[in-house]
């Protein structure tokens, strides 16, 4: 598990980053002279960055910034500047969207069920999840709490589909995730 870094205060974050709620998207506020040592320094930054849209997005697909040398996740900080308080552990990203960070895709998750709405993996063989061959019959099965259950065999790939999502839909809420 990552290491959960304190945020800034969200008076500070206010200060540097405006966040439009709909579309996700931070943008760098304009600084005051006082943030930089130098004018030239300050102006220098004022010109390049203000009004830009804040960070970047990194190899797993999530947008990172920096804040006075330390990088932080784009929907941590968007947690606390909507919410005023630290963040929790995990946030979930509803759509799968790493970099989908307008308010109504994100949400408070334990570990587990944010693995619960992870997406499909590119390698897997039947195209469906909790779905696998066996034998010439296909075999729909789901993990609850650790534990493997499985939901029966059936003739074709869509029966055994079908069982997994009904099952999903019960057994995960919310989370689930086809």
């Not at 630290?86 to 509803?94: A, G, L, S, V």
Request: hydrophobic share 35%; charged share 25%; with cysteine.
């Amino acid at each position: 598990m990552a290491r959960v870094t304190q945020l800034p205060p969200v008076d500070y974050l206010r200060e540097r980053l405006d966040y439009c709620s709909a579309t996700g998207v931070l943008h760098w506020r304009a600084r005051s002279r006082e943030h930089f040592l130098s004018k030239r320094e300050w102006a220098r930054w004022n010109a390049r960055y203000a009004g830009s849209v804040a960070g970047m997005i990194d190899p797993r697909g999530y947008r990172r910034l920096r804040i006075d040398r330390h990088r932080y996740k784009a929907h941590r900080l968007i947690w606390k500047l909507m919410t005023g308080n630290e963040p929790p552990e995990t946030i979930d990203h509803i759509n799968g969207s790493f970099d989908n960070n307008a308010w109504h895709n994100l949400r408070a998750a334990t570990q587990q069920q944010q693995t619960l709405n992870t997406c499909l993996r590119k390698d897997n063989p039947s195209g469906y999840r909790g779905v696998t061959r066996s034998g010439k019959k296909w075999r729909a099965q789901i993990k609850v709490n650790g534990t493997r259950r499985g939901l029966g065999s059936f003739n074709s790939i869509e029966e055994a589909a079908t069982a997994y999502a009904v099952a999903a839909r019960e057994l995960h809420g919310e989370f689930c995730r086809l």
